[in-house]
């Protein structure tokens, strides 16, 4: 199977975040008197365009990531304030494996059949490898970049600011971006205090914030 999209799925989030964030903040300038039913937005807003940050990191999101390649998450686990759990090459054995497929290279028959060709040699080898008696964590040695690896994903609210500055840069590369640009859509959702400030580029899958 061949995958040209991510499939981004929430797990988990830290209930009632942004009152969570705005009560940490409070504790700061001893504020929690003036905590109301809807001040966290303007307080947590506030705080963000001001660089006090470090009270987002009081909240997290949890996300499954399908559909995306080892060459995506090569970039996604450099970002080392995050937690990761990724599907092992070592002990899941890759004879039915998924793949990606680059958006510009499935444009062209030629290169798309190409491609193809080259994956299914892939698999064709490492099969090869495994009917021999090499160890899956042996064979895995001839399995492209390409292939789908599932990743669980966890981080802090300032480091998913981090993450989208970073990632949601027309310079970052696009698998990276559109993976970025669906967590981002869900956390707008679920924490609009903390990531309503980013602007979304629909043309090139690209965001920023307003108010850095």
């Known amino acids: 199977m061949e995958?040209?999209?991510p499939i981004v799925k929430?797990?988990?989030v830290t209930p009632f975040s942004e009152k969570l964030v705005e009560e940490a903040g409070r504790t700061c300038y001893l504020s929690l008197d003036r905590i109301t039913g809807e001040s966290e937005r303007n307080f947590v807003r506030r705080c963000?365009?001001?660089g006090?940050?470090?009270?987002l990191e009081h909240a997290s999101a949890t996300f499954r990531i399908l559909g995306a390649s080892r060459a995506f998450t090569h970039q996604l686990v450099r970002h080392r304030l995050a937690s990761f759990s990724q599907q092992s090459q070592r002990y899941v054995d890759e004879k039915e494996f998924n793949y990606i497929i680059p958006d510009d290279i499935l444009a062209n028959a030629d290169a798309a059949a190409i491609y193809r060709e080259f994956?299914?040699?892939s698999r064709e080898t490492y099969m090869k490898l495994r009917s021999l008696g090499m160890r899956k964590e042996d064979s895995r040695f001839v399995l492209p970049n390409a292939l789908e690896s599932q990743i669980v994903f966890s981080a802090n609210f300032r480091e998913f600011r981090t993450i989208f500055n970073l990632r949601l840069d027309r310079s970052a590369q696009w698998e990276i971006r559109?993976?970025?640009m669906e967590m981002l859509r869900v956390l707008q959702k679920e924490a609009p205090a903390v990531f309503g400030d980013y602007?979304?580029?629909e043309e090139?899958?690209?965001a920023r914030s307003v108010l850095i």
């Open 204 to 206: 090139d899958c690209t």
């Open 199 to 201: 602007e979304i580029n």
């Open 178 to 180: 559109r993976v970025c």
């Open 3 to 5: 995958y040209s999209r």
């Open 10 to 12: 929430l797990l988990a």
């Open 52 to 55: 006090h940050h470090s009270i």
């Open 48 to 50: 963000i365009k001001n």
């Open 119 to 121: 994956m299914e040699k």
